[in-house]
T-cell receptor
Framework: KQEVTQIPAALSVPEGENLVLNCSFT??????LQWFRQDPGKGLTSLLL?????REQTSGRLNASLDKSSGRSTLYIAASQPGDSATYLC??????????FGQGTTLQVKP | DTAVSQTPKYLVTQMGNDKSIKCEQN?????MYWYKQDSKKFLKIMFS???????INETVPNRFSPKSPDKAHLNLHINSLELGDSAVYFC????????????FGPGTRLTVL
């Protein structure tokens, strides 16, 4: 049974800092690993999808990596901005597309 | 030009009532999903349909019944609502089952009084 864990649960950093959010999963037979952003009271915005044959994906200041052998994914945010403040969720899926979510990391970037 | 839309956005109702939440996607995707986000913000899948066929049916009370009239729509009907059903319900879609990025709707906040 797939379980997804995110550490830390909360993170506060000054503006401009580079930071890493961690996600670990128990079942290496993972198809996809997807990172989302959720703002308070809002829906989920997809940030990056890493398919099982890939090791990383990049979009702007975001870079996500996937290491299936160690059961880990990281989301790297470069030069953080106050607008990056949100909850970041990672989710792994098998071949049915069923996403198993972590509990999220709530990020606050202080001006 | 909303990709995945849900109605209503807010739903407040009494225990015991029956209610429906509607979801539509205009992305031409084959697969649609319902997820539930509880009061602790934990997201869990409920159902998945691929080309109108039920693929995933998690351990959900049978008071919850999804219906997919066509590939672009996946509705969720809930009978005999209970206090514990209060949550935010999210609809999502992906191009292909299991392979592609999932896009989420804005959510429906259900409050059962």
């Amino acid at each position: 049974k797939q379980e997804v864990t995110q550490i830390p649960a909360a993170l506060s950093v000054p503006e401009g800092e580079n930071l890493v959010l961690n996600c670990s999963f128990t079942d290496s037979a993972i198809y996809n690993l997807q990172w989302f952003r959720q703002d308070p009271g809002k829906g989920l915005t997809s940030l990056l999808l890493i398919q099982s044959s890939q090791r990383e994906q990049t979009s702007g200041r975001l870079n996500a990596s996937l290491d299936k052998s160690s059961g880990r994914s990281t989301l790297y945010i470069a030069a953080s901005q106050p607008g990056d403040s949100a909850t970041y969720l990672c989710a792994g899926s098998g071949n049915t597309g069923k996403l198993i979510f972590g509990q999220g990391t709530t990020l606050q970037v202080k001006p | 030009d909303t990709a995945v839309s849900q109605t209503p956005k807010y739903l407040v109702t009494q225990m015991g009532n029956d209610k429906s939440i509607k979801c539509e996607q205009n992305l031409g995707h084959d697969t649609m999903y319902w997820y539930k986000q509880d009061s602790k913000k934990f997201l869990k899948i409920m159902f998945s349909y691929n080309n109108k066929e039920l693929i995933i049916n998690e351990t959900v009370p049978n008071r919850f019944s999804p219906k997919s009239p066509d590939k672009a729509h996946l509705n969720l009907h809930i009978n005999s609502l209970e206090l514990g059903d209060s949550a935010v319900y999210f609809c999502a879609s992906s191009q292909r089952q299991g392979k592609d990025e999932q896009f989420f709707g804005p959510g429906t906040r259900l409050t059962v009084l």
